[in-house]
């Protein structure tokens, strides 16, 4: 009998190039974003670094503010990913040592190094929140995604916090808003003081901070 041979149907070869063409476009706007600010990229600015036509940018978004949702999404999904690996990889170390506001503190320190880990994307995140607060257009979606994205995180480190025996004295959402707020100032302290690397993970502040926020905002489970 003559072998059966696997066959790609049209849809998929043009399914994997829209996803490919879109991955390239919020590459390209990552980069222009960073640079200009957002009110300043132009859909020109984005299709010229990509290589693109407004035509190839118009069969993909609406708009930028939507190629920026998309953006988002799919790097706080990386970072959540990283996440899941680093509390994996972080859990079982605490079994070998006591837990105190120390070690508490560098291990919610290091779980919010594995999710925002670059000056760029703290740029660009910054920027997005400027035109959200200025543009009520955006502001509800800014909202929304951020409040779902921030929901995932509570979750990957709550679990983790009960993991060792304790937990937040406030929801876990309202605990992990404050912490990551003082965890973002801290990186944008580190961005004006000048760090002269794209690398801005562990910023004094925070590595001096987080240690008595966490212990201020945890309990041992009853």
Request: with cysteine; glycine share 4%.
């Amino acid at each position: 009998m003559p072998s059966e041979i696997a066959t790609v149907e049209p849809a998929q070869i043009e399914s994997a190039r829209r996803r490919k063409t879109r991955d390239r476009l919020m590459d390209a706007a990552y980069e222009v974003f960073a640079e200009t600010g957002v009110p300043a990229a132009s859909v020109e600015m984005i299709t010229e670094r990509a290589g693109f036509t407004r035509g190839a940018f118009y069969s993909n978004f609406d708009t930028k503010e939507e190629l920026f949702f998309a953006l988002a999404e799919r790097e706080n999904r990386i970072r959540l990913e990283r996440l899941q690996e680093g509390v994996d990889a972080i859990l079982p170390e605490l079994d070998q040592a006591p837990l105190t506001e120390a070690t508490l503190g560098d291990v919610v320190a290091r779980f919010l190094e594995l999710q925002s880990d670059d000056q760029r994307w703290c740029i660009v995140q910054s920027e997005f929140k400027l035109l959200a607060m200025r543009n009520p257009a955006v502001a509800a979606s800014y909202l929304a995604y951020q409040r779902g994205f921030l929901a995932q995180l509570a979750d990957r480190i709550d679990d983790a916090v009960r993991s060792v025996g304790l937990r937040f004295t406030l929801e876990p959402i309202t605990a992990i808003g404050i912490i990551v707020n003082v965890y973002e100032s801290a990186l944008q302290e580190a961005i004006l003081e000048g760090s002269d690397s794209d690398s801005i993970s562990a910023p004094p502040m925070a590595r001096a901070t987080l240690p008595a926020l966490v212990s201020s905002l945890t309990e041992p489970l009853g």
